[in-house]
């Protein structure tokens, strides 16, 4: 069992800078690939970027490569989402989750194991 909690959202101004972390309960923290996903008003849930158990490999979304980055730190059970050069399509509440299988984080399936509830981002225009 893991349970996610997500946290760093808040209002910042186009351009600026947010870190989220996400952090997990339990022993067995590197056991899983986590992700983030973010849900902005009247839209579906979309996937933003993923990385693997150990960090090896990692994903984004075309929407925010270059401008997004994550990372982990097992050590410390948490996972990071770095955002730079923000937009005000970027405001959404951003949820991480977490499987025990890569490929099913990228996919942005419904079968992923762990959600968190989520933390919210808003980008002033």
């Known amino acids: 069992q893991v349970q996610l909690v997500e946290s760093g959202g808040g209002l910042v101004q186009t351009g600026g800078s947010l870190r989220l972390s996400c952090a997990a309960s339990?022993?067995?923290?590197?056991?899983?690939?986590v992700g983030w996903f973010r849900q902005a008003p009247g839209k579906e849930r979309e996937f933003v970027a993923a990385?693997?158990?150990?960090?090896?490999?990692?994903r984004y979304a075309d929407s925010v490569k270059g401008r997004f980055t994550i990372s982990r730190d097992n050590a410390k059970n948490t996972v990071y989402l770095q955002m730079i050069s923000l937009k005000p399509e970027d405001t959404a509440v951003y949820y991480c989750a977490a499987d025990s299988m890569y490929n099913t984080v990228v996919l942005g399936t419904n079968g992923i194991d762990y959600w968190g509830k989520g933390t919210l981002v808003t980008v002033s225009s």
């Open positions: 339990g022993r067995t923290f590197s056991s899983y690939a």
């Open positions: 990385i693997s158990r150990f960090g090896v490999s990692t």
